[in-house]
């Protein structure tokens, strides 16, 4: 699909009968891997197939039990992260780790920063070099405005940048495009390609297939640690990549509406300055609700105000006609409503957030501990069927949580939230980071729920999902709740759910 001109047959980088064992868990199987020099690779395969660990080996932060790296055929003995970064290899991780407080040219120059005669920083060199290095890239950003201002495709395109001024010709990018919406996704596209017309080769690590197509000259699957194979996007379909990657076909998904009449969840007229405006919803018992905005349009704010993460503002809330006022997630999920986050990890990571997070996380995690507690005493027997049902990867129930691989991680959590049983369940971008087939089982313990008459409130940016998915989804933007589509209505078409999150229908009626 992209331009040949400066692609090649050349092989770039060559991995061979790649090994590597954990105790229990065989997560590399003399695989082999190549990239040809300026391409655009895929990775995929289904949540602990061994794409990570694959690529720690890579980076050198994974020791391989057997096999060997080449770049350019010169073989990388003594795979450390510095040998690898010094042979051009490169990754951007999923949660880009740059000095938020700090200008865009400051994280260009960090560590290089230019000095006047007096030993003084040059705070006009800074900027005026930083710019000149991005305009080379075709990247125009103000390289004076603070990180923490740029929005999540600029993060990823300047972290690229940042990549590609240190002299890298490989760079892995994992999951770039969870956080994107449609817009940013063609924004940062764009520039991936362009670079790729200067020979820059890219990993791309995905669970969005359709993605994988769009961007994507190869494609390599991974299976239980091995590699399935190696295809040209254009001798293949979704169809077949699917295939190859579960070996055989998924499961098709179909839900029937379980609402009931009874009114379980209500926000009246909240407001929270600089967050969200006059929110009006309800959710009837067994009612699916979708939610979804752009970054910034109050839907993240809105959900972590509803667990008592955050502040609620003025207003009302109700759950089952009780006024809900939560003060913290343990006062929230006292009340009945339980809530998946977005992103574990950000609640995770202690250097990237406040002390606030990193306690209200300590809370909920004391909370699903205080279940993974109950069942480990009285009821292997639910994890077992959670382990099932999901198709947990694991060696055993007993394993620790932070030894699964990413997906797998955000499944049990999603388990133990599932198997409390709440009234109200919230939850935050679900599937992210999880394979097809996981999907569709998600899918099916939400259906499960919601028949037994959970309301269940789901926030996502994946459209398609939430239509499969939802009775109704509401759209927010700029904090406020701006659309709505029903099943009932038979109005839930992507093209204008999508256009109303860009804030279309707001545009076309001033
Ligand atoms: N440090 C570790 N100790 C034990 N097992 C591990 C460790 N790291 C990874 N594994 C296991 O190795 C296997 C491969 O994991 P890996 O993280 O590579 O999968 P993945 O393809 O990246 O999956 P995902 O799509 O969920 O991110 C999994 O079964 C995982 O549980
Ligand atoms: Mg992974």
Redesign the pocket.
Known sequence: MAEANLKTDEILLDMRGISKT????Q??EDADFSVRRGEIHGLV??????????M?VLMGIRDADSGSVAMDGQELVDASPQTMLDAGISYVPQHINLLNTLTVAENILVGNLPKNRFGLVDWKAVNEDSQARLSRLGLEMDVRQPVEGLSVAERTMLAIAKALFANARLIILDEPTAALSRVEIDLLFSFVRAQQEQGVAFIY?S?HLEEVFEICDRVTV?RD?RIVGTREISEIDVPILIHMMVGGGVQEYERESAAGEQTVFEVRGLSRRGAYEHVDLSMNRGEVLGLSGLQGSGVDELAQALFGLDRLGVGEVLVDGEPYRPGSPKQAFESGVAYLPQDRHRFGLVQLRSVRENVTYSVLDRLVGRLGVLMRAGEQQITEEYIDKLGI???GTE?RTL????????KVVFAKLAATQPHVLILHEPTQ???VQAKVDIFNIIDDLSAQGVAILIISSEVRELIGLCDRILVMYEGRITDEFSRAAKDMRPEDILLAIEGGRNVGDS
Do not use: R
């Open positions: 954990y105790p229990g868990v997560a590399l395969g289904k949540n602990g197939a061994g794409k990570s660990t694959l720690g690590i669970h991974m640690g990867v694991t060696p394993q030894l699964l691989s990413g997906g797998n991680q955000q980071g999880v394979d």
